[in-house]
């Protein structure tokens, strides 16, 4: 039976899929918004997510909630990496970071995954780099093309969805939690 | 018997005080957190925050949920104004907006009011103006230092409390919802 990935970003999905046929699971797209509470600890917003998701769709499910958080900017955008991407977007960051010299950031991910009710599993990937001073690549998607991951020249943009996952935060995260789910089946 | 006001920020209650006191209400000041959904509705996050509060004193109460929306930025900070602020602050939004001739803003408040479980009362007030070029001011709180409302030369943070609630989104949201509540009464 495919696990249902619930969210509305394809580029997560596409993701996702990749890193799931590593381990031979098929996943379900389920395109569907879930209640987003507001705070700034991805974990919480992953859990809530995930239990609203299991309530809408009664099945084994999980959603996936990632920021950028920037040294600099006291961990900004963060959780609110989505918003702040609609509106001041990636040339609103560069902006933000004009003449700073500190460029460190770092992605996280956190993957809920609910099955029944009262219990939600998270598991989080991080991966340490920093913001490029331009815009480069067209790979991926989000601030993708303004970070660049420790041990590389390349921006997140610039590799390809295999070269991303072996690094990126999301791609450590749903190891995690899919390395668990076959180790307990 | 006195009207619960459930907010952390002291700045909202003291201008809210002043206004109800224009009514002859006296306000109680519940400084409880709620659950703050992540919407780019103000209304909604007052909607969810009302029912939240409701629910842990049981009594008729309400909260109040602002932001800063500048044109320029596609309503950037917006319903995630107080996060921006404690992240990159004025001095970041002043960055973000060097060189844009547009500094058109407005605030905008939304207060949600919960009587009973079933049924909330929203009231919304806006104030048009712009952002300024300088930090300017010590009165108020947040982005009170950069927005001038139109028909001022002053910033927010420039004027009294009073003189603030005559013009303000909050003044405004405030005295529709207590308006409201005596005609009802």
Redesign the interface.
């Known amino acids: 039976m495919a696990l249902s990935f619930v969210t509305t970003n394809e580029g997560k999905f596409r993701e996702a899929q990749q890193v799931a046929s590593e381990f031979g699971i098929e996943l379900e797209h389920v395109p569907l918004p879930y209640?987003?509470?507001?705070?700034?600890k991805l974990e919480d917003?992953a859990k809530v997510g995930a239990q609203q998701a299991y309530a809408m769709l009664k099945r084994p499910c999980f959603v996936e909630d990632s920021g950028l958080f920037i040294e600099a900017?006291?961990?900004?955008?963060?959780?609110?990496s989505s918003?702040?991407f609609?509106?001041?977007g990636n040339l609103?960051i560069l902006?933000?970071m004009?003449g700073i010299e500190n460029r460190r950031a770092e992605f996280k991910s956190s993957v809920g995954y609910c099955e029944r009710e009262t219990e939600v599993f998270i598991f989080t990937g991080i991966v340490k780099g920093r913001i490029s001073t331009e815009i480069r690549g067209e790979k991926g998607f989000g601030y993708d093309p303004i970070f660049i991951p420790d041990g590389e020249k390349r921006t997140f943009a610039e590799l390809s969805t295999q070269e991303k996952n072996v690094l990126s935060h999301r791609g450590k995260a749903l190891r995690s939690f899919l390395s668990w789910l076959v180790a307990r089946s």
Chains 1, 2 share one sequence.
């Open positions: 209640l987003e509470i507001q705070s700034d917003i900017l006291k961990g900004f955008p963060g959780a609110f918003y702040v609609k509106t001041i609103g902006k933000l004009e």
